[in-house]
């Protein structure tokens, strides 16, 4: 079992800057996936970015590609979402995901789930 925890959600004027945070607990390996999705009202959950929780290596979604970073902490297993130039279209709910093995981005292939935080953008 994975626990995932996020923090780091609310309130910011466009233009402006986030950082979403993902605690992670349980049993996790070098193969794992951790990952960023959001879904906003009346809107399917979408893939934003992931990185191999060993090698860190990561992968973007084109629509966000530039404006945000995703890091790893090992040493306090934690999982981070550097989000920049926020718009308004960025205001959803904010979701921290791991899957069991490296390459699995789509939102129903994920094995576990955060609770979420909410990112709201005004404009």
């Known amino acids: 079992q994975v626990q995932l925890v996020e923090s780091g959600g609310g309130l910011v004027q466009a233009g402006g800057s986030l950082r979403l945070s993902c605690v992670v607990s349980g049993r996790t390996d070098s193969r794992y996936t951790m990952g960023w999705f959001r879904q906003a009202p009346g809107k399917e959950r979408q893939f934003l970015a992931a990185?191999?929780?060993?090698?860190?290596?990561?992968f973007y979604a084109d629509s966000v590609k530039g404006r945000i970073t995703i890091s790893r902490d090992s040493a306090k297993n934690t999982v981070s979402l550097q989000m920049n130039s926020l718009k308004f279209e960025d205001t959803a709910v904010y979701y921290c995901?791991?899957?069991?093995?490296?390459?699995?981005?789509?939102?129903?292939?994920?094995?576990?789930w955060g609770q979420g935080t909410q990112v709201t953008v005004s404009s």
């Open positions: 995901a791991a899957a069991r093995f490296w390459g699995t981005f789509s939102p129903g292939h994920q094995d576990y």
């Open positions: 990185i191999q929780w060993s090698g860190g290596s990561t």
